[in-house]
């Protein structure tokens, strides 16, 4: 399984130095969390931050946008150098059109479900989609508790795309961390995202080392 650890627990004042410490720690992906205080109750980074962080990197930058209006950020984002977009299925913009929105910048589109919302909801965008994202948590704030009963979902996303001949991935977010992950993996979900678990653990390569499935956790 691949780990994106979430900037959103890193050392805020320090963000650069964060990315090129979680980099070398052997991070696959980089997870970056844009809230708008309008779908979710917290304000996080902008295009602006995605941009001041991104020479600190090669990784590619997963921005997971948590915002009411999707389509009219991906092109500051897309500036900023996101390589891949995910916003959330909930949200009040037209799905079809952001995601082609975002293929047309050259980004990779995802399509995110919150904890109430269905597998089924985004099974019609799937041929058009590099990945799913399943929130495991109520999307806001990291350290929250992992919601194992998610992976229901990610069950019956994997059969779905297998059923289907795609090649979409699926990542997980929220409560991940080394205790939790095993259930990711087994269940199938390609991508884990980790703040907490990765961010505020003692040794940041053990904790990604130990939630990729890489080493056994004892
Ligand atoms: C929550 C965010 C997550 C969050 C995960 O809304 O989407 O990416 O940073 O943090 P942890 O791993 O601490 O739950
Ligand atoms: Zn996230």
Redesign the pocket.
């Known amino acids: 399984m691949k780990v994106a650890p ?4 890193c050392d805020f004042s320090r963000m650069g130095e964060e990315v090129s410490r979680i980099d070398a720690a052997g991070a696959d992906l980089i ?1 970056l ?1 844009v ?1 708008d205080g309008h779908f ?1 109750p ?1 304000l996080t980074i902008g295009p602006g931050i995605v941009k001041a962080v991104r020479p600190y990197t090669k990784l590619p930058f997963d921005v ?1 946008l ?1 915002i009411s209006h999707p389509d009219s950020y991906i092109d500051p984002f897309a500036d900023a150098g996101a390589d891949i977009i995910t916003f959330h299925v909930e949200a009040e913009d037209d799905i079809e059109k952001t995601i082609a929105h975002i293929r047309e910048r050259g980004v990779l589109p995802g399509l995110v479900i919150k904890p109430a919302t269905p597998a089924e909801a985004v099974f019609t965008y799937l041929d058009s989609l590099y990945m799913v994202l399943v ?10 508790s ?1 919601m194992a009963d998610m992976m229901p979902k990610v069950r019956a996303l994997k059969a779905e795309i297998e059923r289907r001949g795609l090649d979409v991935l699926i990542e997980a ?5 080394a205790a939790t992950a095993p259930v990711c993996r087994e269940a199938g979900v390609d991508v884990s ?8 653990a003692p040794d940041a390569a053990a904790a990604i080392r130990e939630i990729a499935g890489t080493v056994q956790n004892n």
Not at 173 to 177: E, K, L, S, V
Not at 193 to 200: A, H, I, L
Request: proline share 3%; hydrophobic share 35%; aromatic share 8%.
């Open positions: 979430s900037l959103l627990s997870h969390d809230m979710v917290n997971h948590m929130m495991t948590v109520e999307p806001g704030f990291g350290g929250q992992f977010d929220g409560g991940i961390t995202v980790s703040g907490t678990g990765v961010f505020k």
